[in-house]
């Protein structure tokens, strides 16, 4: 199976993929000022492709529970001298993280390949963009959310974007792990994949470092949450989960490939 991104498509289903996160903030909750300057967050994507990353993704605004918004053009200056100094530097693909469709288009002018946008909705303006440029589009459950009411609104998603004119097979999913939901809904995602899994869309999962996992490992701080996250991670990669997006990737690895040889035992 394959992923369609601008120029190019990504193989998944035989292999898990893993999204390494770099974050040009000051503020995300768990590594907010560490890459802020643009010399740091470039060495740090460097970092990420060689320790195992499938596809960097590049954000430039905390989406952590209360932060306080900045605008397209702010974040899109953070962005800037970082994909300059990326591009044609890495070999694997470079996603944007981003709601904001002014956003998706600089960095699409920019060379980047896929667009994920954490809105929680199917914005025309960013489908605009997404079928100018034939990028991949991460599309993101947002509020909460059980399983049924998660493959819904992928099904809808999928729909709307068909609609639009973006063929299916540019579209990731992601259930949106810690954006409006509690505990037991987020826990019951994790747990639950095989029921809203959507045929003909990678599915990606993003926990990394986050409070339900702090929660569910007694762990308070969130840079030493590598071992939850393995746990959270394998259960979701034998439901039926494609794409990892970690912080840790070095660490983290080791835990991706062994769920991925896991499954392969698995009795259906």
């Not at 909750?29 to 802020?36: I, L, W």
């Not at 998660?150 to 259930?175: P, R, W, Y």
Request: with cysteine; proline share 3%.
């Amino acid at each position: 199976m394959y992923w369609n991104i601008r120029d190019g498509k990504i193989e998944y289903g035989s292999k898990i993929l893993i999204m390494g996160i770099v974050n040009v903030t000051p503020d995300s909750f768990s590594d907010g000022g560490d890459y802020f300057d643009s010399d740091t967050a470039v060495k740090h994507a460097l970092e990420l492709e060689r320790d195992g990353a499938d596809i960097i993704d590049i954000g430039a605004q905390s989406t952590r529970p209360g932060h306080i918004p900045i605008s397209a053009e702010e974040e899109w200056a953070r962005l800037k001298a970082v994909l300059d100094a990326l591009y044609g530097v890495l070999s694997v693909p470079i996603s944007v993280d981003t709601y904001y469709p002014y956003v998706a288009e600089k960095s699409a002018q920019k060379g980047v390949q896929t667009i994920n946008d954490v809105s929680g909705v199917v914005n025309p303006e960013t489908a605009k963009v997404v079928k100018k440029y034939g990028c991949g589009w991460v599309i993101m459950h947002s509020g909460h959310g059980t399983p049924q009411t998660v493959k819904t609104f992928f099904e809808n998603a999928v729909s709307q974007c068909e609609n639009l004119g973006i063929d299916k097979s540019h579209i990731c999913l992601d259930m949106g792990i810690g954006f409006g939901k509690d505990y037991d809904e987020d826990m019951a995602l994790i747990a639950n994949v095989r029921d809203y899994k959507i045929d003909g869309c990678p599915l990606l999962l993003g926990t990394s470092r986050k409070r339900v996992i702090g929660k569910a490992s007694n762990q308070d701080e969130p840079k030493n949450r590598v071992y939850g996250n393995i746990a959270a991670d394998t259960a979701a990669i034998l439901g039926g989960v494609d794409i990892i997006r970690l912080h840790d990737v070095k660490n983290e690895k080791q835990g991706v490939l062994t769920a991925q040889r896991l499954k392969g035992y698995v009795r259906i």
